[in-house]
């Protein structure tokens, strides 16, 4: 029996529209430490590769890192699980892509426990098969970490034949499959600068939402040829 195509999806800003929250809350972590508001500007490409990177990017203190990390996750507990939405017609597309018969799993940066929040919170868990996050705040994870543990635990279910994409918003979803000599298919509706996913060696770039299941089949096809 042949096993069915793995698809990894990244969750903020790919399947869920958390970028506003995430950057709301960081900017409120920065005034509640007693430093500068970066404003929006300042938080450019924090949504992605983690809170760590983000907020040294961001320009907090190094000594500050771990306070500002316990205080964001605290507001994001409280205040941005319940508040984040699913991309309008994420769950159309993936409805089409189980209907196709593949295996759909979330590989996050997030930290596990809260994706499975968030993923249960949006209504997206009956779509998937397995939801994959970073290990808990101060232990290192990189993106090619957070897939090999998907991998790992998904263990029959991944197909051996090569058939297994990734789909991310962020240049660190393309890297961090490529360590997997995963494809990675980005997205244009999440939070990457213009021309990054390209720069980073993305297969393709999906313009809009309801063009995802389209997509990605037609690269698992390829696949295939």
Same mark, same amino acid.
């Given at each position: 029996?042949?096993?069915?195509?793995?698809?990894?999806?990244?969750?903020? #800003?790919?399947? *869920?529209?958390?970028? %506003?929250?995430?950057? =709301?809350?960081? &900017? $409120?972590?920065? +005034?509640?430490? @007693?430093?500068?508001?970066?404003?929006?500007?300042?938080?450019?490409?924090?949504?992605?590769?983690?809170?760590?990177?983000?907020?040294?990017?961001? #320009?907090?203190? *190094?000594?500050?890192? %771990?306070?500002?990390? =316990?205080?964001? &996750? $605290?507001?994001? +507990?409280?205040? @941005?699980?319940?508040?984040?939405?699913?991309?309008?017609?994420?769950?159309?597309?993936?409805?089409?892509?189980?209907?196709?018969?593949?295996?759909?799993?979330?590989? *996050?940066?997030?930290?596990?426990?809260?994706?499975?929040?968030?993923?249960?919170?949006?209504?997206?868990?009956?779509?998937?098969?397995?939801?994959?996050?970073?290990?808990?705040?101060?232990?290192?994870?990189?993106?090619?970490?957070?897939?090999?543990?998907?991998?790992?635990?998904?263990?029959?279910?991944?197909?051996?034949?090569?058939?297994?994409?990734?789909?991310?918003?962020?240049?660190?979803?393309?890297?961090?499959?490529?360590?997997?000599?995963?494809?990675?298919?980005?997205?244009?509706?999440?939070?990457?600068?213009?021309?990054?996913?390209?720069?980073?060696?993305?297969?393709?770039?999906?313009?809009?939402?309801?063009?995802?299941?389209?997509?990605?089949?037609?690269?698992?096809?390829?696949?295939?040829?």
């Amino acid at each position: 029996m042949t096993t069915a195509p793995l698809v990894l999806l990244d969750l903020d #800003g790919t399947l *869920t529209d958390s970028a %506003p929250i995430i950057r =709301a809350l960081a &900017r $409120a972590t920065f +005034v509640e430490l @007693g430093l500068p508001d970066p404003g929006g500007d300042g938080l450019v490409g924090f949504v992605g590769p983690g809170l760590l990177d983000g907020f040294t990017t961001a #320009g907090m203190p *190094t000594e500050l890192l %771990p306070q500002a990390i =316990a205080t964001y &996750r $605290a507001r994001y +507990v409280a205040e @941005g699980i319940g508040a984040t939405r699913a991309f309008d017609q994420v769950a159309e597309q993936l409805g089409l892509l189980r209907a196709a018969g593949l295996t759909l799993a979330v590989a *996050t940066s997030k930290p596990e426990p809260l994706a499975v929040q968030v993923v249960r919170g949006t209504g997206l868990a009956p779509l998937l098969d397995g939801v994959f996050g970073a290990p808990p705040d101060g232990v290192p994870s990189t993106k090619a970490g957070v897939i090999s543990h998907a991998l790992d635990v998904l263990g029959p279910l991944v197909p051996t034949d090569g058939r297994v994409l990734m789909v991310g918003d962020r240049e660190h979803d393309v890297h961090g499959a490529a360590a997997h000599q995963i494809a990675c298919l980005g997205v244009a509706w999440g939070d990457a600068a213009p021309g990054e996913l390209e720069a980073a060696g993305a297969v393709a770039v999906v313009p809009r939402v309801d063009r995802l299941a389209a997509a990605v089949l037609a690269q698992l096809g390829a696949m295939q040829g």
